[in-house]
Structures are given as C-alpha cells and as structure tokens.
C-alpha cells in the first residue's frame, strides 16, 4: 500500500526527518529559511500531513489548496499560526509540541532576564569596543535580581518553570491568569495571584508566558507600561503581539521602563523601527527553545504527532483540540 504524503516545511533535525521517512512519503522542503507561500500552497496539494513550523499560516487559503490534508503537526508549542476551528470542521488533526520545550524555555527567559538586568550584552560590547579602562565603581551599573519581586502573567507549564527558578534568587513572585493555579501549586512555588495592575505596579521584572490569542493581543500596552515602576523590566518569551510593539520603544526610549529582554516581535521576523537602538533591550531571535536537546525532542514529537494520526488512526496525546 502507499505510504501516506506528508510535508516538511522547513530544516528539521535528523530525528525528526528519520521518524517520518519510516512512515510516509516525505517532500521536504530542506531550506533553513520559510517555504514561500506559492512553493507551500503547490506542495501541500497532494499532501496527506504537514508537518509546519510557526513562520507557515495554516488558514482557510491552505486548508482550501490541500483538499487531502488529514493532519497538521506544528513544531512548536505555540499554535496561533493555525486555523485550529477551520481544521477541526475539516476534520484534519492539529497536534504541537507541548511540555518538552518548558525547562529550555524557563532557562531563557531568565538568561534575557539577567542579562537586562546586569547588561550582560552591553558589557560584551563594551569590551570588545576596546572601552574597558578598568574598573570603576560607577560603570554600567544595572539592577539587582535577588530578593525583587517577579511577575508572571501566564502561569501554565512555561510561566510556573520560571517562578520555581525564582526560589533560587529569594524573589517573591506574583502571577496572573484567567485561571487561579491549585492552591498547591501556589504552595510550592511560592507564588500568589495578584490582578494584572497590581502585578504591573508591584513587579521589579514583569515576565509574560501566556498564550496568544484575541484576548491577550496588546494585554501590554502604553497604559500597562505606564503602571510599571520605572526601574521595572520586561521580559517576553512568549508571543510578539502580547505587547504593543510601538508603545514598548516609546517607554524604552523614553526610560519609562528600566529595560526589557525579548525573544519574540510582533511581526517576525522584523522589529519596530527604534527598537533596535535601545541600548536598555536586549534582543533576541526566537531562541528560548533553542537547544540542541529540546529541538531534537520537538522534532520527533512533532513527527509523532503525524505518525499517530495518519499510521495509528488515534487521538494524539499531542491534539490541541
Ligand atoms: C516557540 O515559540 C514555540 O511555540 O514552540
């Protein structure tokens, strides 16, 4: 019988590509940049299973190119790139990758988070400007980690990995959510429930790790940057448009923040004009799940994810829906 169809859209690890050649035809797209939309619209055509990536827009336009489309497997946790009701009332899988990119992820954002506070990047710089005349009491001086308050907004899988590290620097730690966390989780992470202002006011670091959907699109914008305490940092290594872009390099520019470590913009892969030249960002392309171990592990879920809807005919443990 013929092996399943099924597209790559990307570079993938070996893993990833070995697992799915067992199972399926494989057309892959072996490029380290996004497949062009015409390129990805043509090869998806005959194509019982995608296997795509965040940059790719599974949207009506797709579904409609891919009449025999019974599985999308993204590789990524975040799914906001996908249509996911369109898919559902097609009847096609959707399947990510959750819980084996929380811990790389939980270690970034606070990688971004020390290195805004202690200006890690600028002091890089700094040296190899050859302006390092020795030390000086008063040169580059950021702020303090140990013993502030941390406040994350989003506390699933990512946002509680963060705020168990936080133990670590004798922080306290705020969260918010739409939904309170068990009261044991709260116990033993050491974290309370505030509502989003007073968070915004009482945090030193504001880290963000919700989702993004219509609800949480500019949840931060001029007037939350504006409650913030003025030494206060912002981290996000969650989605781009949870942050009003434009708004975040005026209160950068204008030091209406401290500082603020970003892995992720609100149209990747550009910035917003003036981003880049705040020297109180520290910027970053999208890596908070970017180690070899944790891109191995997304990829050959990623690839289970099809195996499990095109070979097994089963609900994946994987479906986000
Ligand atoms: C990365 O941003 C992911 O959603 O996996």
């Given at each position: 019988?013929?092996?399943?169809?099924?597209?790559?859209?990307?570079?993938?690890?070996?893993?990833?590509?070995?697992?799915?050649k067992?199972h399926?035809?494989v057309e892959?797209?072996?490029?380290?940049?996004?497949?062009p939309?015409?390129r990805?619209l043509?090869?998806?055509?005959d194509?019982?299973?995608l296997?795509?990536?965040?940059?790719d827009?599974?949207?009506?336009?797709?579904?409609?190119?891919?009449?025999?489309?019974?599985a999308?497997?993204?590789?990524?946790?975040g799914?906001?790139?996908?249509?996911?009701?369109?898919?559902?009332?097609r009847?096609?899988n959707v399947?990510n990758?959750?819980?084996v990119?929380?811990?790389?992820t939980?270690d970034?954002t606070?990688?971004?988070?020390m290195a805004?506070?202690?200006?890690?990047?600028?002091?890089?710089?700094?040296?190899?400007?050859?302006?390092?005349?020795?030390?000086d009491?008063?040169m580059l001086l950021?702020?303090?980690?140990h013993?502030?308050?941390?406040?994350?907004?989003?506390?699933?899988?990512?946002?509680?990995a963060?705020?168990?590290?936080?133990?670590?620097?004798?922080?306290?730690?705020?969260y918010?959510?739409t939904?309170?966390?068990?009261?044991e989780?709260?116990?033993?992470?050491?974290?309370?429930f505030?509502?989003?202002?007073?968070?915004?006011r009482?945090?030193?670091?504001?880290?963000?790790?919700?989702?993004?959907?219509?609800s949480t699109?500019h949840?931060?914008?001029?007037?939350a940057?504006r409650?913030?305490?003025r030494?206060?940092y912002?981290?996000n290594?969650?989605?781009?448009p949870i942050l009003?872009?434009?708004?975040?390099?005026?209160?950068l520019?204008?030091?209406?923040?401290?500082?603020?470590?970003?892995?992720?913009?609100e149209r990747?892969?550009?910035?917003?004009p003036?981003l880049a030249?705040?020297?109180?960002?520290?910027?970053?392309?999208?890596l908070a799940s970017?180690?070899?171990e944790t891109?191995?592990?997304m990829g050959?879920m990623?690839?289970?994810?099809l195996?499990?809807?095109?070979?097994?005919?089963?609900?994946?443990?994987?479906?986000?829906s």
């Amino acid at each position: 019988m013929a092996k399943p169809r099924v597209l790559v859209t990307r570079r993938v690890p070996r893993e990833c590509l070995e697992l799915l050649k067992k199972h399926f035809d494989v057309e892959h797209y072996d490029r380290g940049t996004a497949i062009p939309r015409r390129r990805l619209l043509k090869s998806v055509r005959d194509k019982d299973g995608l296997l795509c990536l965040l940059t790719d827009r599974i949207d009506a336009e797709l579904l409609a190119a891919a009449p025999r489309l019974k599985a999308v497997s993204t590789f990524s946790v975040g799914y906001d790139h996908i249509d996911v009701p369109a898919c559902k009332a097609r009847g096609i899988n959707v399947t990510n990758t959750p819980g084996v990119l929380t811990e790389s992820t939980a270690d970034f954002t606070w990688a971004l988070l020390m290195a805004a506070a202690r200006r890690v990047v600028e002091g890089d710089a700094f040296m190899r400007g050859g302006k390092f005349k020795g030390w000086d009491p008063l040169m580059l001086l950021g702020g303090d980690v140990h013993g502030k308050t941390l406040g994350i907004i989003g506390f699933g899988r990512i946002g509680q990995a963060v705020a168990k590290r936080a133990g670590g620097f004798s922080m306290r730690v705020l969260y918010y959510d739409t939904r309170r966390a068990a009261p044991e989780a709260e116990k033993a992470l050491g974290a309370r429930f505030a509502p989003l202002k007073e968070l915004l006011r009482e945090s030193d670091f504001v880290s963000v790790h919700t989702v993004l959907d219509e609800s949480t699109r500019h949840l931060l914008d001029g007037k939350a940057f504006r409650l913030m305490k003025r030494s206060a940092y912002l981290i996000n290594a969650a989605r781009g448009p949870i942050l009003d872009e434009k708004a975040l390099v005026r209160a950068l520019k204008s030091e209406r923040i401290r500082g603020a470590g970003l892995d992720v913009y609100e149209r990747e892969p550009r910035t917003m004009p003036g981003l880049a030249s705040c020297r109180n960002a520290v910027l970053a392309p999208h890596l908070a799940s970017a180690t070899v171990e944790t891109r191995r592990r997304m990829g050959v879920m990623a690839a289970s994810g099809l195996v499990d809807a095109l070979i097994c005919k089963a609900r994946s443990p994987y479906a986000v829906s």
